[in-house]
C-alpha cells in the first residue's frame, strides 16, 4: 500500500517537473527568438547603409549620381544625395518588404551600379494600426542585391529639398495623396 502511494505521488512530481520545464523552455524561447529577430535586422540595416553610403561616396567622387522619374533623368548633385542618404539614415530600419509596388517611383542611379528607388506608401505606423503618410525604400547594391523596405518616419513632404525639377510633377502627386485638399 505505501509503494502504491509512492508511485502515485511520484509521478505527479514528474508530471510537475516536465510542465514547469516546458514553460520555462517556451518563456525562455519567447524572448531569446524576438532579441534574435531584432539584431538580425539591425545587422542588415547596418550593412545596407554602409553599402549605400559608399555608393554616395562613389557619385561624389566621380560626379555620377543620376535621379530618373519616368524616361526623364537629371544629374544629382551630392550634397544633394548625401543629405537625402542622412535623412534615410536617422528614419531607421523601417519594415522588410518582399514586394515591389508597381507605381511610379523616383530612382537614383550611383554610378556604381547600385540605385535607390523611392514610392509613396500608406505605412501601418507603431501606435494605432492606421495607415499613416510613408515611403517605399528600395536598394540594390553594385552585386545587385535588393534591400526593401517601408517606413512611416519618411513623406513626400521630406523629399522636397532633395528631389530635382523633373520630380515636381511626382512630388506634387505624393503631397495630393498625403493631403486631399493640397
Known sequence: MYQERRTTHGQK??????????????????????VIVGARAQNLYH?????????VFYSRNHAS?????????????????????AMIADAGAGKPQKELPDTESVRIEFGDGASLQIWYAKVKGNYG?????????????????????????????TLIPYMPDIADEWLEEGLAQMDPEY
Do not use: C
Request: glycine content about 6%; aromatic content about 12%; overall charge negative.
Open 47 to 55: 550593412t545596407v547603409m554602409r553599402e549605400m553610403s559608399q555608393s
Open 129 to 157: 494600426g492606421q495607415p499613416e503618410d510613408g515611403l517605399f525604400l528600395s536598394y540594390v547594391n553594385p552585386e545587385g542585391e535588393r534591400w526593401s523596405y517601408t517606413t512611416h518616419y519618411l513623406d513626400a513632404k
Open 65 to 85: 549620381a543620376w535621379i530618373y522619374v519616368g524616361e526623364e533623368r537629371q544629374f544629382q548633385r551630392a550634397d544633394v544625395t548625401s543629405g537625402l542618404l
Open 13 to 34: 512530481m514528474d508530471i510537475a517537473l516536465w510542465t514547469s520545464l516546458a514553460l520555462a523552455a517556451a518563456l525562455l524561447l519567447s524572448v531569446i527568438i524576438p
